[in-house]
């Protein structure tokens, strides 16, 4: 049984699911380079608007998995750092999408599974979800997986550094209070939850989601509003000549749905 399925739910939207559901979808090495290899073929896929990401069974993702990691030889350095970077660089693939992800957080997910809610690009989470940066309760940095930069972008400072400091568990209606998540719905329901968005997000023009996605990232770390809208005007012209915003004025004018051009 493969670690991963990818199947397309809807036209144009994916669904990726962490298929390990007996280690409650934990992050071992065949299921990571799955994860890479299928992060691979829907970016560079002409075909895909959404793509969201979930578990099977009882658990969104429960981090790394600790028994296939005990095998490592830790005195090794350039070994551990080669693990490190595998997963991380996971993270980064996923935030870097030029498609919307989705996370559809549907239990447990806590370490390299937190991280994975946190390098994407929207979260909902079921009433039974939970979360947590627990990887200070380990005996390494509570900094990991692209964890400190993203949480205190999502949530502030303050309240990341608690999260973090402690290792703590929270629930999903804690995680929908300080804006982690940007909904809650009843267990079993939240893979449907995340379509519904996709939907209204694949109505749009494949280069508008594209580029929206990646200047709001980018702007994200602008040093100043100049050069975040220097970036917002370059990427507009830039659109304009695609000739997606001509089909959009005659399709407003022609009172019908507009047809957009598909990425090369």
Not at 120 to 146: E, H, K, N, P, Y
Not at 194 to 203: E, G, K
Not at 205 to 224: F, G, L
């Amino acid at each position: 049984m493969t670690d991963l399925t990818v199947e397309e739910a809807e036209p144009g939207i994916f669904v990726v699911t962490m298929n390990r559901p007996e280690k409650l979808n934990a992050l071992a090495p065949g299921i990571v380079d799955e994860m890479h290899d299928a992060f691979d073929d829907l970016g560079s896929s002409k075909h895909v608007r959404a793509v969201v990401l979930t578990g099977a069974g009882r658990a969104f993702c429960a981090g790394a998995d600790l028994t296939a990691e005990s095998s490592l030889d830790l005195s090794e350095v350039s070994g551990v750092f080669a693990v490190q970077e595998r997963i991380a660089s996971l993270h980064e693939k996923i935030h870097r999408l030029r498609w919307p992800v989705i996370a559809a957080v549907n239990g447990v997910a806590v370490g390299g599974g937190f991280s994975l809610a946190l390098a994407s690009d929207i979260r909902f989470a079921s009433t039974g979800a939970q979360f947590g940066a627990v990887f200070v309760t380990l005996g390494i940095s509570g900094c990991d997986m692209g964890t400190s930069y993203l949480l205190p972008r999502l949530v502030g400072a303050s309240r990341s550094a608690e999260l973090m400091l402690t290792g703590r568990i929270f629930g999903s209606e804690e995680a929908h209070g300080m804006g982690l998540v940007l909904d809650v719905v009843t267990d079993g329901a939240v893979v449907d939850r995340a379509l519904r968005t996709c939907r209204l997000i694949t109505r749009h023009s494949p280069m508008a989601i594209w580029m929206t996605k990646e200047t709001m990232w980018q702007n994200v770390d602008a040093p100043s509003l100049r050069h975040a809208l220097d970036l917002e005007n370059r990427t507009q012209v830039m659109c304009s000549q695609t000739g997606d915003t001509a089909e959009a004025v005659a399709a407003f004018a022609e009172k019908r749905a507009p047809t957009w051009k598909s990425l090369r």
